[in-house]
């Protein structure tokens, strides 16, 4: 059983800047796919980013691509989201996701096997 808690999130402005946190309690973090993913008021949970477990490879949704950067840190078991360049469309709970999948690229939620609780974060216009 792997747990995720995600932190960082909050109100900024449009054009400003977040980073986001997801410690993992488990020590097999590194043999995971982890992914972030987003739910707006209203809309389905969508895919945002996922950096792969061996390659470090990442992938990300069209609209946050050269805005978001989605990063790892195996040694101390902590998956970060970098959000710059924030929209008010970019507003939604943030949820971390792990991966044990063998899909060459993760990005369905149906794929994940474990969920943090989210963290919000407001773009203001």
């Known amino acids: 059983q792997v747990q995720l808690v995600e932190s960082g999130g909050g109100l900024v402005q449009a054009g400003g800047s977040l980073r986001l946190s997801c410690a993992a309690s488990?020590?097999?973090?590194?043999?995971?796919?982890m992914g972030w993913f987003r739910q707006a008021p209203g809309k389905e949970r969508e895919f945002v980013a996922v950096?792969?477990?061996?390659?470090?490879?990442?992938y990300y949704t069209d609209s946050v691509k050269g805005r978001f950067t989605i990063s790892r840190d195996n040694a101390k078991r902590t998956l970060y989201l970098q959000l710059n360049s924030l929209k008010p469309e970019d507003t939604a709970v943030y949820y971390c996701?792990?991966?044990?999948?063998?899909?060459?690229?993760?990005?369905?939620?149906?794929?994940?096997?474990?969920w943090g609780q989210g963290t919000q974060v407001t773009v203001s216009s």
């Open positions: 996701a792990a991966s044990k999948s063998s899909t060459t690229v993760p990005r369905a939620a149906r794929v994940y096997d474990y």
């Open positions: 488990e020590g097999t973090f590194s043999t995971y796919a």
């Open positions: 950096i792969m477990r061996r390659s470090g490879n990442t």
